[in-house]
């Protein structure tokens, strides 16, 4: 290959930006694959985040293989698996992080005009083909929506992997509840990059320079170059100007889209993958959904296969059957593997939606509705209540979008519901899987404060209810409410013999009071939610969600509704 490092990219305000380029030797004009975001470009995979790298390439020998791995970073393309393909390979270093001067406000208006610019900066390079696609995990993901509603000229594909598009509904509060991942994500994997660190970060394990730009700043310069980005979000707690913001217009996104979600992404990108390619205005767009770690996929060779066809067919112009291929592609899940299938729609057409009953007598799930009324009491610090189904005659693929009908009650003016959606043996030990982080994710979550119960009836759908969050409703202690709570998509093949389950409490799952499973760019120990907790009391003051909550489960009436496939 031949690289440019530190390439300068003026923005419209005078910043100037920085990227690295990895050329094809050949001279000669080449579709761009750029990415923009804050880890830092000369930050090696390895350095940054040793631990999610050594379990990924231990566990998946392909996805080191064939590379040097010299030029690995976090969540972006190897240039040695794309470059050799006849593509060029830009990152670029968002501004304020890295070697990109200015200040750090992440998603914001700011931000994006600066991803705009970038790619239009690159397409008119004498190495570019003027066609300019946009991949990338994560940050690298959800940025991608944003812009592209923006319609820059020279955008000409996009593959969101694990990218979330609802900066309120999917990133920052779920059900209205403040998630406390981003001032945790801020602090060790922005804060620890950020431009002005200087000779205080890391260097480059290739070129020697020092990460995070040449200048070094004293720590108020860096505070005062940054948002207050956790606090920030806890500002805003319901959707107003500053998150409408952060969020696309998806009308406005055009161009041919390739959307991979993760059925373990629950705390952060699954839903927005969804949701994302659903809303989207593209003509052309594909929702592909897998398992596994977050990070994995994109770079192994099942992942690298897809996005190569992909952007081969819309960069590249090549003809290699990507638009013969049906919109949906699902990597269905077992309990002990995944079989992949192509499928025509989101949701699936021949999904038989099916109503599994609360019955409050003895705890049972059952597709026969109760007789009697019966009101069950718990404390939101404690386990909750768990509806059992006895054990599948037959084995039950539960392959889509969930809802769940409840009336409730406080003692106080609000509650949080936390809805755990599970499978058990027949000897009742629970089935949980490697999620995107947490290696023991269940089937399916879906949380909703009740103050925030407020639906949308032209948005909403009977399997996918949608919360406006543009105004709280407080209960009246003691009163039922109707509410119905969102439980993201999920899949699974749960074997005859085998129970299914909903749990139904007051604070986050647990799968354990202790695992010992951590990764080092995370404060908590991974109990079954991995980072993305609802654990902040300034948000969840004690003396209001704290109080006992009660389930009017009606005959007839509390259900979860489940996506059958026959």
């Not at 030029?71 to 593509?87: F, R």
């Not at 083909?129 to 923006?150: D, E, P, T």
């Not at 009977?462 to 919360?467: I, Q």
């Amino acid at each position: 290959m031949n690289i440019d490092w530190d390439v300068p990219i003026e923005t419209s305000d005078g910043i100037v930006l920085r990227a690295d380029v990895f050329r094809p030797v050949k001279e000669g004009r080449y579709p761009v694959l750029l990415s923009y975001g804050p880890y830092a470009k000369g930050l090696a995979f390895q350095d940054g985040y040793p631990s999610a790298w050594n379990k990924m390439v231990a566990g998946h020998p392909d996805v080191p293989y064939g590379s040097t791995n010299k030029y690995q970073s976090w969540e972006v393309v190897d240039p040695e698996k794309w470059v050799p393909d006849g593509y060029v390979v830009v990152r670029v270093d968002s501004r304020g992080c890295g070697r990109s001067p200015g200040y750090v406000d992440h998603f914001s208006p700011r931000e994006t005009q600066d991803y705009y610019e970038s790619i239009e900066w690159a397409a008119v390079q004498p190495w570019s083909s003027g066609k300019v696609g946009l991949n990338g995990v994560s940050y690298f993901g959800m940025n991608q929506w944003l812009v592209a509603a923006c319609k820059p000229p020279h955008l000409a594909a996009m593959c969101v992997w694990e990218g979330s598009s609802d900066w309120y509904r999917d990133a920052t509060h779920h059900g209205g509840i403040l998630s406390t991942f981003w001032a945790n994500w801020y602090d060790i994997q922005v804060k620890s990059v950020q431009y002005g660190l200087g000779l205080r970060g890391p260097k480059s394990r290739v070129t020697g320079d020092l990460v995070c730009g040449p200048e070094t700043m004293s720590d108020a310069q860096l505070q005062a170059n940054r948002s207050d980005f956790g606090d920030d979000i806890l500002a805003h707690t319901l959707i107003d100007e500053w998150h409408r913001e952060r969020t696309p217009a998806w009308e406005r996104i055009v161009v041919p889209l390739l959307s991979a979600a993760n059925w373990g992404g629950q705390g952060l990108h699954l839903r927005g993958n969804v949701e994302g390619y659903l809303k989207a205005g593209s003509r052309q767009k594909w929702l592909e959904v897998h398992g596994d770690e977050h990070w994995t996929h994109f770079y192994t060779d099942y992942g690298l296969a897809l996005q190569k066809q992909f952007f081969g067919h819309f960069l590249k112009g090549d003809k290699n059957g990507w638009d013969e291929r049906p919109p949906v592609l699902l990597q269905v899940r077992g309990v002990d593997g995944f079989t992949q299938r192509e499928e025509m729609q989101w949701p699936i057409e021949r999904t038989v939606w099916t109503k599994f009953y609360l019955h409050g007598q003895d705890g049972s799930l059952s597709t026969e509705p109760p007789t009697e009324d019966v009101q069950i009491t718990y404390l939101p610090d404690g386990d909750g209540a768990t509806f059992v189904s006895a054990p599948l005659e037959r084995s039950m693929e539960i392959t889509g979008p969930s809802a769940c009908s409840l009336k409730v009650s406080s003692e106080s003016e609000d509650a949080d519901l936390f809805l755990v959606l599970r499978v058990f043996t027949p000897d009742l030990r629970e089935v949980t899987f490697q999620g995107a982080i947490d290696p023991h994710t269940p089937i399916g979550q879906g949380w909703l404060r009740a103050s925030h119960r407020k639906e949308d009836p032209k948005l909403s759908m009977p399997w996918r209810p949608h919360h406006t969050h543009d105004e709280k409703q407080p209960l009246s202690p003691g009163a039922p409410v109707d509410l119905r709570v969102e439980i993201l998509p999920t899949s699974i093949v749960v074997p005859a013999g085998y129970r299914i389950a909903l749990t139904i409490r007051g604070r986050d799952y647990e799968f354990a009071k202790h695992t010992g499973e951590r990764l080092g760019h995370f404060k908590n120990e991974l109990r079954g939610c991995g980072p993305f907790l609802h654990d902040d009391p300034r948000d969840r003051p004690p003396e209001i969600f704290g109080a006992p909550v009660t389930l009017h489960l009606e005959a007839g009436q509390a259900h979860v509704l489940l996506p059958v496939i026959p």
